[in-house]
C-alpha cells in the first residue's frame, strides 16, 4: 500500500492480519476479514465514527447496500436506516487520492451518490475520502444542500 497519510477522523484500532492478497482488516458488522485498500480504510474509519461520535446503531449500518440503477446493480458504500429500515444517510466513500477539492471531481462523486439516492431516498448524503467530508441534505422537493460547516460546490473551491 501506498504511504498512508493521516485520515480526518479520530483514530481508531484496527484488528488486521496479513493474507493471501495482502493486508486484511477485521470488519466487526459483517464478522469477516477485508482487504484493507485506501477506500475500505475510509469506510472503515466513517463506521467506527457514525457509531462512536454520531451515535449510530451498529445493527443500523449497511455496508455495500444494493441499489439497482437503471436495472443495473450497484452498490452504496454506507447506509444507515432508521427503525423502520428505511434509508437515512447514504455515504460513498472514496480513496484519499481522490481528489475532493477539485470542483469537477466533487461534482463526478456527487453525482454518483445522487444517482443511488434517487433510488433509496435518504434524507442525508455524506461523500467522503477521508481527509474532507462533504455532507448533503436532500429536500422533500429533492434539492440537495450542503448543511452547516460543510463546503458547497462553488466554483471558487476549483
Request: charged share 25%; with cysteine; net charge positive.
Amino acid at each position: 500500500m501506498a504511504e498512508r497519510r493521516e485520515l480526518n477522523f479520530p483514530k481508531i484500532k484496527l484488528r488486521a492480519r496479513q493474507g493471501l492478497s495482502g493486508i486484511e482488516v477485521w470488519d466487526e458488522l459483517r464478522r469477516m476479514w477485508l482487504v484493507l485498500t485506501p477506500e475500505e480504510r475510509v469506510r472503515r474509519h466513517l463506521v467506527a465514527f457514525l457509531v462512536a461520535q454520531c451515535g449510530a446503531c451498529a445493527h443500523r449500518i449497511v455496508q455495500e447496500y444494493p441499489v439497482p440503477v437503471n436495472g443495473q446493480p450497484q452498490r452504496a458504500d454506507v447506509v444507515v436506516v432508521d427503525g423502520g429500515g428505511r434509508p437515512l444517510l447514504l455515504a460513498e466513500c472514496k480513496a484519499p487520492e481522490i481528489n475532493l477539492c477539485n470542483e469537477a471531481v466533487v461534482r463526478q462523486v456527487v453525482a454518483q451518490a445522487v444517482r443511488y439516492n434517487s433510488v433509496l431516498g435518504a434524507r442525508y448524503v455524506v461523500v467522503t475520502n477521508g481527509l474532507r467530508h462533504l455532507c448533503y441534505e436532500c429536500a422533500p422537493d429533492g434539492r440537495y444542500s450542503p448543511l452547516s460547516g460543510f463546503p458547497s460546490l462553488s466554483p471558487e473551491e476549483a
